[in-house]
C-alpha cells in the first residue's frame, strides 16, 4: 500500500516534470519565434532606413544643385544688368526723357521678373528643405524604432539565457 502511493507519487511527480519540460519547450520555441521575427524587423528597418538615407543623400544633392543653379542665375543675372545699364545709353535713348513712363515702365518690368524668379527659387529652395527635414525626421523614427527592437531582442535573449541556465 505504501509502495503504491510512492509510485503514484513519483508517477505524479513525473508528469508533472514532464509538463514543465513541454511548458519550458513551449517558451523557448515561442521566444525563439518572437526573435526571429524581431530578427525580421530588424532586418526590414535597417532596409528602409538605407532607402531612407538614399533618398535624404539624392535630396541633399539635388538641393545643392539647385543653389548651385541659383547662385549661377544670380550671377549672370548681376552680369546682365550690368550689361543693359551700360546699354541704356543708346542714340534712341537719348531722344526720350530721363524720367518718362517709358523708361520707368521698361525698368519696372525687368525688375519684376527678377523678383517673380527669386520669389519661386526660394519657395523651391524652401520646399527642398522641408523634404530634408522630413527624411532627417523619418530617418529618427527608423533609428530609435531599431532601437527600441534591439532592446527587446536582448531582453528576451536574457529571458532565453536565464532559462537555458535553469535546466
Do not use: G
Not at 533618398?55 to 547662385?71: F, G
Amino acid at each position: 500500500d505504501q509502495i503504491d502511493r510512492e509510485r503514484s507519487m513519483l508517477k505524479s511527480q513525473e508528469e508533472i516534470l514532464q509538463r514543465v519540460r513541454l511548458s519550458a519547450e513551449e517558451l523557448t520555441l515561442l521566444e525563439a519565434e518572437e526573435i526571429a521575427r524581431l530578427e525580421e524587423e530588424v532586418d526590414r528597418l535597417m532596409k528602409e532606413n538605407e532607402k531612407l538615407k538614399l533618398k535624404y543623400d539624392q535630396a541633399e544633392s539635388n538641393a545643392e544643385i539647385h543653389r548651385q543653379k541659383l547662385k549661377e542665375y544670380e550671377r549672370s543675372h548681376q552680369q546682365s544688368l550690368r550689361f543693359d545699364s551700360h546699354n541704356n545709353s543708346s542714340d534712341s535713348d537719348k531722344d526720350i526723357p530721363l524720367f518718362t513712363n517709358h523708361s520707368k515702365n521698361r525698368n519696372n518690368r525687368h525688375v519684376n521678373s527678377h523678383n517673380t524668379e527669386n520669389a519661386a527659387n526660394h519657395k523651391n529652395n524652401d520646399y527642398n528643405e522641408q523634404v530634408i527635414d522630413m527624411y532627417k525626421q523619418r530617418e529618427v523614427e527608423l533609428l530609435n524604432a531599431l532601437d527600441s527592437v534591439v532592446r527587446r531582442c536582448q531582453a528576451l535573449e536574457k529571458i532565453n539565457n536565464k532559462s537555458s541556465s535553469k535546466r
